[in-house]
């Protein structure tokens, strides 16, 4: 053997032994990467393993914040009593780490040597990588394809000649801190998803509405402390026993509700709803007692919209019902003492009318008077009649109903108010015959077309129809006006609500109309409902029980 092969036998032989000590170094790395569950623990012995494994002296690592701006000092070490081990955790933002940026955002390692590259480093930086004994630094990215996680920072306080970052130690680091970064990202990923169950938790232990969970059979599976509190029972006396047994809901008029009309029943039977399902009820708190509350649900569906269970909220609304009450019966109790001296004031109006007055101006004031009279005994008497219909004093007569000469009737009346709209009537068919009371029909009827006249524009057409489907008849009021936006289709069914868009404004109105409408449509045993495209219209429809239905008519035959 010559000398030259002497020499490389030796080099090949070094050249393995040292890729079996890289090999080592990696399988270490590895195993004391992946046996821990603690960041801080994790980053330590990165730090440690990278310092070790190249024969630096110190390293520091960096991570990323959330907001990709700003890189957090979490871990250090320094060997043979090397400065460079800070005691607190810092925060930089990137812009003043321009190299530390440089090297997260490329994800390849920078070697930086104090004697070439010192003076092209602005400060902060300058000082963070160059301490006064430093001589080369290697900026090592910690990166997971492109998720860029942060940066070791390794040192040398040793004369750069002898003890420089070569390329083999860059590699061997890289190899490393790509361990590191797959070790970091299971346990960042951890932590997020430990922290936002947390925070989950925090919140619904804190939140003042009672939240509970059930399965598809409406067993309680979970049930927060506020459920707790408005229902008096404990969530270990609930969880696994069935929602009925525990809050025997009842609807507000006392009809038990646990058999049907509980939101989660109907769920049960149609689970795909756009939004939650809401009622007010009342129910039975451990110690017996009542407690009016607002149920919501909202279903959990699997990707195939099987049920898998539903969450409900529940808030006890007993004083604000309360409260409702109080307000609507003094409205009542001062509309009422209104009614007397309005109905003075209307008719000598009337009768100064009727006397010959000296000025046009004189004119114009009793005009106004009695046109202002007429408004506020309007508003008295809707008041009055609202109040009527929640406190149960008006009972429909139900009788059955022949709606074509109806709504004939009531258009004609329109027709001959106002010339300036057309009418149109469709039916049946068959012609609808309803059950239901007519007095009743005929005031949603008008507070409907009346609303049409009110909210489109002259030369429109409004239409009226009635039709039977499946046991019902639905009669609807069109028009070609202004519109109702989607957000408040349901609101305008509730007292004193109108919109408020310029058009509405120069109507002159309370926002009783529809609701009463409802009450007296509910009253009936039906449903009223608005559908609206805003600016090109609207349509109003109801439901009432057909008289003969088709279906038994057909049965019958
Ligand atoms: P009002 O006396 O204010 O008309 P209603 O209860 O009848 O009271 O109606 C409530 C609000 O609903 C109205 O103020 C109006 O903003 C809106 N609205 C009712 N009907 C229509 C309609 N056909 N087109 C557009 N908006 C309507």
């Known amino acids: ?86 005691g607190t955790v810092r925060t930089y933002p990137l812009s003043v780490l321009p190299w530390h940026s440089q090297a997260l955002a490329r994800g390849e390692p920078l070697v930086l040597v104090r004697s070439q590259d010192e003076a092209k480093i602005p400060e902060p930086e300058r000082t963070l990588l160059f301490h006064p004994q430093y001589c080369s630094v290697l900026l090592m990215p910690l990166s997971l394809q492109d998720r860029r996680l942060g940066v070791a920072v390794l040192g040398e306080i040793r004369a750069w000649e002898r003890t420089r970052f070569t390329s083999e130690k860059v590699e061997l680091c890289r190899a490393i801190s790509r361990q590191g970064a797959l070790a970091l990202e299971n346990i960042l990923a951890l932590e997020s998803s430990s922290k936002q169950g947390r925070e989950i938790k925090l919140v619904i232990d804190n939140v003042a509405d009672g939240i509970f969970r059930t399965d598809p059979d409406l067993h309680l599976l979970t049930f927060n402390p506020a459920a707790e509190r408005i229902t008096g029972y404990s969530a270990n006396q609930v969880l696994g026993r069935s929602c009925c047994e525990i809050m025997q809901g009842l609807s507000e008029d006392g009809t038990p509700l646990c058999a049907r009309g509980c939101p989660l029943h109907r769920l049960a039977n149609s689970p795909r709803v756009a939004g939650p399902i809401t009622v007010k009820e009342w129910i039975t708190r451990h110690d017996g007692t009542k407690v009016l509350v607002a149920h919501s649900v909202m279903p959990i569906l699997d990707p195939n919209d099987r049920l898998l269970g539903a969450v409900s909220v529940i808030r006890d609304i007993t004083r604000e019902e309360e409260l409702v009450r109080l307000k609507s019966e003094f409205i009542s109790m001062v509309s009422h003492e209104l009614r007397t001296p309005l109905a003075n004031i209307s ?36 008041v009055l009649e609202a109040s009527r219909l ?65 909210y489109s524009p002259e030369g429109s057409t409004i239409t009226v129809s009635a039709q039977e489907r499946e046991g019902m008849v639905h009669v609807c009021v069109a028009d070609q006006g202004i519109g109702i936006p989607a957000d408040q289709l349901d609101s305008i069914f509730q007292r004193f609500h109108r919109l408020s868009n ?13 609701y009463i409408a409802r009450l007296l ?36 035959a």
Request: glycine share 6%.
């Open 347 to 382: 008719a000598s109006a009337e009768l100064l009318a009727k006397l010959e007055l000296d000025t046009a101006a004189e004119k114009d004031m009793l005009h106004i008077l009695n046109q202002e009279c007429s408004r506020l005994m309007r508003l008295v008497d809707q």
């Open 521 to 556: 449509v509910e009253a009936q045993g039906g449903v009223i409902w608005a559908e609206s495209q805003p600016g090109q219209g609207s349509r109003f429809c109801f439901t009432l029980r057909a008289a003969n239905p088709v279906e038994e008519q057909q049965a019958a």
């Open 502 to 514: 310029p058009q509405s404004k120069k109507v002159s109105g309370f926002g009783l109309g529809l």
């Open 1 to 86: 053997m010559d000398a030259n092969d002497a020499a490389g036998r030796l080099d090949s032989d070094q050249t393995l032994s040292r890729r079996t000590r890289e090999l080592a170094i990696l399988v270490e790395a590895s195993t004391a990467f992946s046996s821990t569950h603690s960041l801080d623990a994790l980053l330590q012995t990165m730090c440690h393993t990278m310092t070790e494994s190249v024969e630096s002296t110190f390293c520091r690592v960096y991570l990323l914040e959330e907001d990709g701006q700003r890189l957090t000092l979490r871990a250090a070490c320094a060997l043979r009593d090397a400065p460079g081990a800070p």
């Open 390 to 454: 929640e406190k149960g004093q008006i009972q429909p007569t139900v009788e059955p109903l022949a709606l074509v000469p109806l709504i004939e009737q009531m258009v004609n009346l329109y027709r001959s108010r106002y010339r300036a709209f057309h009418f149109d009537i469709q039916a049946g068919p068959p012609l609808p015959v309803a059950l239901g009371d007519l007095v009743l029909v005929e005031i949603v009827l008008e507070n409907l077309i009346q609303n049409t006249v009110n």
